[in-house]
């Protein structure tokens, strides 16, 4: 079974600044797919990058970027230029490939954002 | 978007409950999740076309419907203290990996 963990409970970053979150996960499979989803207190889910396993080139959104490493099984989200809206929990989540989507996904206990204005 | 009903629901261990979700027109594959406090979802099931394809570590008594009207259940039966969560369903275009989930706000049950 996968499992995915970060390791950051919370963080805090000043407006404008630079941030960046942890995941790390652990699998035997060679595709897959990674994300990182916000929560923000109103509680809906929202979808903020996604990674296939098979891509080497880092996804990129705007301000939201990965560092993805996949002999590491490293996931890191870095987010530039933080706004007060990007107060939220980030939750790292893996699906898997061979699975045909029907495993659903597999997330991390999360990370509180905190935007210091 | 993805609607959920009830926003809140207050049940007593031992009694059962059913929770709803609308799906996004089009939408014909739908998972739900269970999030407890400080917790990440973990994954109970997915309906693809009113077929339940995949399931995670969950008992037989979280069951679940998915209806051609774009409309899906999740029921618990015997209601235990350790099912009070928040539970998410996601409805996405098809089933495979790849198809992004749309999640809806959720429903907290609080079983007492």
């Known amino acids: 079974a996968q499992t995915v963990t970060q390791s950051q409970p919370e963080m805090s970053v000043q407006e404008a600044e630079t941030v960046t979150l942890s995941c790390t996960y652990d699998t035997s499979e060679s595709d897959y797919y990674l994300f990182w989803y916000k929560q923000p207190p109103s509680r809906q889910m929202i979808l903020v990058i996604r990674q296939e396993a098979y891509k080497q080139q880092n996804a990129t959104e705007n301000r939201f970027s990965v560092n993805f490493q996949k002999a590491a099984k490293s996931f890191s989200l870095k987010i530039s230029d933080s706004q007060l809206g990007d107060a939220a929990m980030y939750f790292c989540?893996?699906?898997?490939?061979?699975?045909?989507?029907?495993?659903?996904?597999?997330f991390g206990k999360g990370t509180h954002l905190i935007i210091q204005p | 978007g993805v609607t959920q009903s009830p926003t809140h629901l207050i049940k007593t261990r031992g009694q059962q409950v059913t929770l709803r979700c609308s799906s996004q027109?089009?939408?014909?594959?739908v998972s739900w999740y269970q999030q407890a406090l400080g917790q990440g979802p973990q994954f109970i099931f997915q309906y693809y076309r009113e077929e339940e394809n995949g399931r995670g570590n969950f008992p037989p008594r979280f069951s679940g419907l998915q209806f051609p009207n774009d409309s899906s259940e999740l029921n618990v039966n015997a209601l235990e203290l350790d099912d009070s969560a928040l539970y998410l369903c996601?409805?996405?275009?098809?089933?495979?990996?790849?198809?992004?989930?749309?999640f809806g706000p959720g429903t907290r049950l609080t079983v007492t």
């Open positions: 989540a893996y699906r898997s490939f061979s699975g045909g989507g029907a495993d659903g996904l597999t």
């Open positions: 027109s089009g939408h014909n594959t």
């Open positions: 996601a409805s996405s275009v098809g089933g495979a990996p790849d198809y992004e989930q749309y």
